[in-house]
């Protein structure tokens, strides 16, 4: 879906769309689009750039490589070079990209537990009226003890009731902070299975062990149509506002040439193919000019709008695209660009700034010269909604080496052995024979012919020669040579490629080691060492900024408060996951060895613990079947018992002390954020 980002409104958007200072105050279409010209030209030139900039570098030759090794096709180069029709190509790279993906597949989306969570801060910040409640409460003591005629205590003593008040305090907070954390991760998990979560992550994940670098576009807030219920009992067709994900191809994603990562350097491009449709669902969206997306639709409603690319052609192709002269052309190129622009750009076309010198983020949507939307960039750090994870990342460049690419050394190597051995085998499957014409009587016309069984009419030698009239030699087989060349090339690409064939379940190149369960795991053990570097690169360059984008985005537009608090998103799936995964088997040991140990060593809550774990790691619902009870209420008992003030249960913990003052609860309301700022305080602070 084309449709943008649908924030809300901000005071620096233009509001309508028939707003002259935003169309500038000329008619007709051409004057019209002149007073876009100083942005749109600058739009077009960085873009122009950055394309040149990209091809330079290799990259455009490099993601066709990829996608040939993929789909085991030669190079129209190499080729030339074979003389059969249709040379053997081992399917290495996409044997290896393939089991990749369904073990990173399986760690993210088939795993219980998300491959994030967000977590509070290490020291939540203490609310105000929290730290008020300390005061009070102390305040109380006193008064209470001067009341009854009771000397007051010293200052040491009275430190020392301020620090247990404020002790509980902050555990009062700690958990508050939990159940926000608890609350955001509902929500934001909720929002992503809507908004197209796990599709976009399975076709990143194939980028991400295909091409140099995966990108995902998101969360992008907008309005989605479904189907629901009406009062009357009724399906009807409704709008629901989501946060939707995108997988953007690395063939039209560009960078400007001062790029590291896509929150650094001037700006990013994401070429889009767009059809009528998707224009004419602009319109009404935040920043869009509704009088040049009416003439964009017009001009290339029917003939389209394709920016032409020397490897268009051949990405078609290998994508499974008809070409254009056969489909037609229905598609139009839109160039999004998100970055800096300068701020007298912006003022032209009615967009207010504080500074006409100062560079801004924007978001801007072109086709050719036309500005269809621009706008400044709403979110309050000015993040751009790109995000990027390299298979094998290059310090001070925003792409990487790729899996093909790293592979084909191998990859050439078994294509080349391959081709030998089948030669070979043709060779050496039969004799390979030699005649003598002299010796040959003139009645056999067909000297070509070889069949069993067949007669030779044959004459002496006129030269008194002895030697035979039909000869036959023998090719030598090396087939178990070139065999073995092969295995060398797979168990190289095992080590450069850290995914080991045994992953994809073929044990025969780890010798006795893999018959039992124990070397089993000790295999996989040493092969998520390597595992988890890649699957880091994953999280830290695609999950966790893509969920903190969508946190912050929570905290800035949704008036929910009770999902606001001092928190930071954690991907958990290069530890915590693979690590579960690994101790599946462990735990049971684990459990079987606690179970022989005397009475008493061990308390319940841990036998507990590990049973829970063992039941999630199997698929089992462990709360149900193992509730999490008495840790869990022994300590909320606890903390009433202080909050209010009263005595602790007989099976708690012993008193704090009648000398300990009674901590009334904090009023944390659920209208306030954790961090004693309000909405409105928000806003006011972009």
């Known amino acids: 879906m084309l449709t943008p980002q649908t924030y809300p409104k901000f005071p620096n958007v233009p509001q309508r769309t028939d707003d002259q200072s935003m169309l500038g105050a000329v008619d007709g279409d051409i004057e019209r689009r002149r007073s876009y010209n100083k942005l749109s030209q600058y739009v077009l030139d960085s873009f122009n750039r950055a394309r040149f900039s990209r091809t330079t570098t290799g990259y455009d030759a490099e993601l066709v490589d990829d996608m040939r090794a993929m789909r085991r096709e030669y190079s129209p180069e190499d080729r030339q070079l074979f003389d059969d029709e249709n040379p053997i190509y081992f399917p290495l790279t996409l044997t290896k990209s393939k089991a990749g993906q369904a073990w990173l597949r399986d760690i993210m989306t088939t795993n219980l537990d998300s491959p994030f969570t967000i977590e509070p801060t290490p020291e939540p910040r203490l609310p105000m009226d929290a730290k008020m409640a300390v005061v009070k409460a102390l305040r109380a003591y006193l008064s209470e003890m001067v009341a009854s005629g009771q000397p007051l205590p010293n200052k040491p003593a009275l430190m020392d009731s301020a620090k247990g008040l404020l002790k509980k305090a902050k555990e009062y907070i700690d958990r508050q902070a939990k159940a926000f954390a608890s609350a955001a991760e509902k929500r934001i998990t909720d929002q992503m299975l809507d908004g197209n979560w796990r599709a976009t992550l399975n076709e990143c994940i194939a980028d991400f062990f295909t091409f140099p670098m995966a990108i995902m576009y998101g969360p992008s807030p907008m309005q989605k149509e479904k189907l629901s219920w009406n009062k ?11 946060y939707e994900y995108s997988r953007v191809s690395p063939f039209d994603f560009y960078w400007t040439s001062d790029s590291k990562c896509p929150q650094s350097g001037t700006g990013v491009f994401w070429r889009r193919r ?9 319109i009404g969206c935040d920043g869009a000019i509704e009088e040049n997306i009416r003439i964009a639709i017009q001009r290339f409603e029917w003939d389209g709008y394709r920016d032409w690319w020397l490897s268009d052609s051949e990405r078609d192709r290998l994508e499974n695209k008809a070409p254009v002269f056969v489909s037609g052309m229905h598609e139009i190129d839109v160039v999004m660009y998100s970055g800096r622009a300068q701020g007298s750009m912006l003022q032209e076309i009615g967009i207010e700034v504080d500074d006409l010198e100062r560079p801004y983020e924007v978001e801007v949507w072109q086709v050719a010269d036309l500005i269809l939307l621009a706008r400044i960039n709403p979110h309050l750090m000015g993040a751009r909604p790109f995000h990027i994870g390299c298979f094998n990342p290059i310090p001070g460049s925003i792409f990487g080496a790729s899996l093909p690419k790293i592979l084909e050394p191998c990859q050439r190597g078994i294509n080349s052995d391959y081709r030998a051995l089948m030669r070979n085998k043709a060779f050496a499957s039969g004799p390979m024979g030699g ?33 035979s009239a039909i000869e036959f030699y023998r090719v030598p087989s090396i087939i178990g040579e070139l065999l073995t060349s092969i295995d060398h090339n797979l168990r190289v690409a095992d080590d450069v490629s850290k995914i080991p064939a045994y992953v994809n379940g073929q044990m025969g190149s780890v010798g006795t080691v893999g018959r039992t369960l124990g070397g089993i795991s000790l295999l996989m053990g040493a092969a998520a060492k390597g595992m988890k570097e890649m699957v880091n690169f994953f999280d830290t360059g695609i999950i966790e900024p893509a969920v903190k984008m969508h946190y912050e985005f929570l905290m800035m537009f949704d008036p929910d408060a009770s999902i606001k608090g001092d928190a930071q998103v954690k991907a958990r799936a290069s530890s915590g996951l693979i690590n579960r995964e690994l101790s599946q088997g462990s735990i049971g040991e684990v459990l079987a060895t606690l179970g022989q140990m005397p009475p008493g060593v061990v308390p319940p809550a841990g036998i507990q613990a590990l049973l829970r774990e063992m039941l999630k790691a199997r698929g089992y619902d462990a709360e149900a079947l193992i509730p999490e009870k008495s840790q869990e209420q022994l300590q909320q008992e606890m903390m009433m018992a202080m909050l209010s003030g009263g005595q602790m249960p007989a099976s708690g913990a012993p008193e704090v002390g009648p000398s300990s ?4 609860a904090p009023s944390v309301t659920a209208q306030a954020p954790l961090d004693g700022r309000s909405l409105k305080q928000m806003g006011e602070m972009r």
């Open 232 to 242: 009357s009992g009724k399906l009807e067709k409704i709008k629901v506002d989501c």
């Open 274 to 282: 767009a059809t009528a449709k998707d224009l004419w669902g602009m």
């Open 435 to 467: 005649l003598n014409r002299d010796r040959i009587h003139e009645d056999e016309s067909d000297v070509t012919s070889w069949q069993p069984y067949r007669l030779w009419q044959l004459k002496d030698s006129q030269l008194g020669q002895s030697n």
């Open 661 to 664: 003052p009674a901590l009334p």
